[in-house]
T-cell receptor, first 117, second 118 residues
């Protein structure tokens, strides 16, 4: 069974600085997707970034980038130039690429990020 | 706005009752997923439907059931409610046929339905 671990329950960062959130996962699959979702106080789940395991290039979306280390099963999220609106719970999630359980997003416990002015 | 619509946004009901949560997926999306978010269990996958058929099942209780209708909207039925069923229930949708594993398959979430059982 797949598991996702986020070892940092809470983090804080000063506005305009850079912060990295950690995520490790365990799987025997070779093809899969990894995601970071953001959940602000409104509780909506917002997709931040997606990485396909077969792609060696790290995904980037504006101020958000990932460091995907497939062999180490590590998938960290870097937020550059942090903004107050980045304050939220961040969830790392895993999804298999094939098979009947496709679509079963397995989530970590989340990291609560606070951006301070 | 993700394009996934859930109703009701908030619901308070008594133990032993039955409720129905409704979800309209994004236009064109064939897959619908239901997730439960509670304080003690975190985010858990309940069930997935694809074009009207059940595709995958997670930790869904026997007291819970779901279906997807021909117009692709979905309903999650929760019966014999217990205090522990209080949670935020998310519906999500995606475009591609998962089993073909096409690149670009992304799951978009609705705003959730808050269920409080008293």
């Amino acid at each position: 069974a797949q598991t996702v671990t986020q070892s940092q329950p809470e983090m804080s960062v000063q506005e305009a600085e850079t912060v990295t959130l950690s995520c490790t996962y365990d799987t025997s699959e070779n093809n899969y997707y990894l995601f970071w979702y953001k959940q602000p106080p409104s509780r909506q789940m917002i997709l931040v970034i997606r990485q396909e395991a077969y792609k060696q290039q790290n995904a980037t979306e504006n101020r958000f980038s990932v460091n995907f280390q497939k062999a180490a099963k590590s998938f960290s999220l870097k937020i550059s130039d942090s903004q107050l609106g980045d304050t939220a719970m961040y969830f790392c999630a895993f999804m298999k690429h094939y098979g009947g359980s496709q679509g079963n997003l397995i989530f970590g416990k989340g990291t609560k990020l606070s951006v301070k002015p | 706005d993700s394009g996934v619509t859930q109703t009701p946004k908030h619901l308070i009901t008594a133990t032993g009752q039955r409720v129905t949560l409704r979800c309209s997926p994004r236009s064109g999306d064939l897959s619908v997923y239901w997730y439960q978010q509670s304080l003690d269990q975190g985010l858990q996958f309940l069930i997935q439907y694809y074009n009207g058929e059940e595709r995958a099942k997670g930790n869904i209780l026997e007291r819970f059931s779901a279906q997807q209708f021909p117009d692709l909207h979905s309903e999650l039925n929760l019966s014999s409610l217990e205090l522990g069923d209080s949670a935020l229930y998310f519906c999500a949708s995606s475009t591609r046929d998962d089993l073909r594993g096409l690149a670009g398959n992304t799951i978009y979430f609705g705003e959730g339905s808050w269920l409080t059982v008293v």
